[in-house]
């Protein structure tokens, strides 16, 4: 099993950045698929990025490409997401997640099974 705490959310200006930050405990990290997702107020939870196990390979949704940064630091247990040119739209409770397969479905929230609480990004115009 794995746990996740998500840190580093808060109020920015829109064009402002952003570094979010998820510790998880275990000592078996580097066997996950890391994910972040976010949910804004009425809207369904979406994948924003994914790193997968063992090649580290990264995926993004396309809002969200050329701007945010998924990375890992296994010694540390902890995966992170850069957030530059922040925009209004990126306003959410960005979660971190967990699965222990590869890179298939890495956009398919069902398929994580071990989520962070949330962490609140809002971005004033």
């Known amino acids: 099993q794995v746990q996740l705490v998500e840190s580093g959310g808060g109020l920015v200006q829109a064009g402002g950045s952003m570094r979010l930050s998820c510790a998880a405990s275990g000592r078996t990290f580097s066997s996950y698929t890391m994910g972040w997702f976010r949910q804004a107020p009425g809207k369904e939870r979406e994948f924003t990025a994914a790193?997968?196990?063992?090649?580290?390979?990264?995926y993004y949704a396309d809002s969200v490409k050329g701007r945010f940064t998924i990375s890992r630091d296994n010694a540390k247990n902890a995966v992170y997401l850069q957030m530059n040119s922040l925009k209004p739209e990126d306003t959410a409770a960005y979660y971190c997640a967990a699965k222990s397969s590869g890179k298939n479905y890495y956009n398919n929230p069902r398929l994580y099974g071990y989520w962070g609480q949330g962490t609140q990004v809002t971005v004033s115009s």
């Open positions: 790193i997968i196990r063992g090649d580290n390979s990264t």
